[in-house]
């Protein structure tokens, strides 16, 4: 299984950014996907996260509400959107995959990762 985010980049406090994860080498509807960020010198922390088959979401209370994610299962993609960013939200941002349909906030749990994607944001 290989999973390969983009849509990182420099933007200003208060922007808006759209990650994407693409997928690849299992079925992808039946796995949770979720998405984690670390920035520098922390801990990996969860981000948001989606189930398999029913798609229920759950988010970390520090991006409830500014940030949404979301899958196409026809194009093997899960999206992260972004809104009101804040300097705190700047991270490499990591996309993970379960073998199982059930989201998870312990990132121990997943399976499969991809490459980190940056994301700054200025103040």
């Known amino acids: 299984v290989q999973l390969q985010a983009s849509g990182g980049g420099l933007v200003q406090a208060g922007g808006s950014l759209r990650l994407s994860c693409a997928t690849s080498?299992?079925?992808?509807?039946?796995?949770?996907m979720g998405w984690f960020r670390q920035a520098p010198g922390k801990e990996r922390e969860f981000v948001a996260s989606i189930a398999g088959i029913s798609h229920s979401t759950y988010y970390a209370d520090s991006v409830k509400g500014r940030f949404t994610i979301s899958r196409d299962n026809a194009k093997n993609t899960v999206f992260l959107q972004m809104n009101s960013l804040k300097p705190e939200d700047t991270a490499a941002y990591y996309c993970?995959?379960?073998?199982?349909?059930?989201?998870?906030?312990?990132?121990?749990?997943?399976?499969?990762w991809g490459q980190g994607t940056l994301v700054t944001v200025s103040s």
């Open positions: 993970a995959a379960r073998r199982t349909i059930t989201g998870s906030i312990n990132p121990r749990v997943y399976d499969y």
């Open positions: 080498g299992r079925t992808f509807s039946n796995s949770a």
